[in-house]
């Protein structure tokens, strides 16, 4: 039996490249391992916080001394690190906006990269606390970024695998619907994309 943590940044809704592909990750994860738990968690609605002081107040004030408003102000965070460390497979969707990852996505991330819960400094430097996951992105563009003149522009994929990494995340796979405003290639774009998803 497999956990399975599936992770919407898409502000958009059915229209969403991203979120058919995601899907497609799901599904053909679902086929190979029936008796699978699901647990969805949509950035967009409701919208994910972005951090506050508060926030980092709290994450630096230890445990044990946090006020009632401090406990309640990391409840969120303490959640979404909970269904991370649970979770045997992890599917994030991952839309390109701007070269880079949606503000929701940015936001999960800083509730979830916390010193002591995710990963911890040690005298051999930084160790990632969150291990033996498999990490499947599901990435989706207009232009194509994969290779090319444009794969410099690309700060989605080597963003995320930098920071999920630094957290011990280090078994990703990406999949990508790119060309999704490229004349003719946008026609096969998505259906490449989901031929190419390899569910280990």
Do not use: C
């Not at 969403?16 to 647990?39: N, Q, T």
Request: hydrophobic share 40%; aromatic share 8%; proline share 4%.
């Amino acid at each position: 039996m497999k956990q399975v943590l599936h992770i919407v940044s898409s502000p958009r809704r059915e229209s969403s490249i991203s979120k058919k592909l995601g899907s497609a990750v799901i599904e053909k994860i679902i086929a190979k391992y029936p008796d699978s738990i699901l647990k969805k968690r949509d950035l967009t609605h409701p919208l994910f916080p972005h951090l506050e002081e508060k926030h980092i107040s709290a994450f630096f004030t230890p445990a044990e001394s946090r006020t009632t408003e401090q406990l309640e102000t990391v409840a969120l965070s303490d959640t979404v690190i909970a269904e991370l460390k649970e979770a045997d497979i992890i599917v994030i969707e991952a839309p390109l906006y701007n070269f880079s990852i949606t503000s929701t996505l940015k936001s999960w991330l800083d509730h979830i990269a916390r010193a002591g819960s995710t990963f911890r400094y040690t005298e051999n430097g930084p160790e990632g606390l969150i291990t033996n996951k498999k990490v499947y992105l599901a990435f989706s563009s207009g232009g194509i970024y994969s290779e090319g003149e444009k794969q410099a522009y690309d700060f989605v994929v080597p963003y995320l695998k930098k920071t999920l990494g630094f957290m011990g995340m280090t078994d990703i796979s990406v999949v990508r619907a790119e060309g999704m405003s490229v004349p003719v290639i946008q026609e096969t774009a998505l259906q490449k994309g989901i031929e190419s998803i390899v569910v280990e």
